[in-house]
């Protein structure tokens, strides 16, 4: 099943529709309960396949008004301060000892 949606979406940075071949139409229909039945890594392979058709089309997905305002207003304050947050390495170390919340 993993080759019918691979050979539909295309290689593994292939999109649906695009020059990859195949149409909804000539795929196979599974049901859930027989993706589920799949090894994992071949449901894992799935999902990639799934989330590369999407990330290949991304105005597909807009971006919510209220969102856009507040990734604005976080490059703001981090462009006028960017020595105010904490480091990579810092930050993994919290969230790794489960002391990241604070108040």
Request: hydrophobic share 40%; net charge negative.
């Given at each position: 099943?993993?080759?019918?949606?691979?050979?539909?979406?295309?290689?593994?940075?292939?999109?649906?529709?695009?020059?990859?071949?195949?149409?909804?139409?000539?795929?196979?229909?599974?049901?859930?309960?027989?993706?589920?039945?799949?090894?994992?890594?071949?449901?894992?392979?799935?999902?990639?396949?799934?989330?590369?058709s999407i990330a290949a089309v991304p105005?597909?997905?807009?971006?919510?008004?209220?969102?856009?305002?507040?990734?604005?207003?976080?490059?703001?304050?981090?462009?006028?301060?960017?020595?105010?947050?904490?480091?990579?390495?810092?930050?993994?170390?919290?969230?790794?000892?489960?002391?990241?919340?604070?108040?």
């Open positions: 099943m993993i080759a019918a949606v691979a050979q539909y979406c295309g290689p593994a940075k292939g999109y649906l529709g695009g020059s990859s071949g195949g149409t909804l139409g000539s795929m196979k229909q599974v049901s859930f309960s027989e993706i589920l039945e799949l090894p994992v890594p071949e449901r894992i392979r799935l999902v990639e396949l799934i989330w590369d105005e597909a997905l807009p971006v919510p008004d209220d969102l856009k305002a507040e990734l604005d207003r976080r490059l703001s304050d981090f462009e006028a301060n960017p020595e105010a947050g904490s480091p990579w390495e810092e930050v993994r170390e919290r969230v790794l000892q489960g002391t990241w919340r604070t108040g």
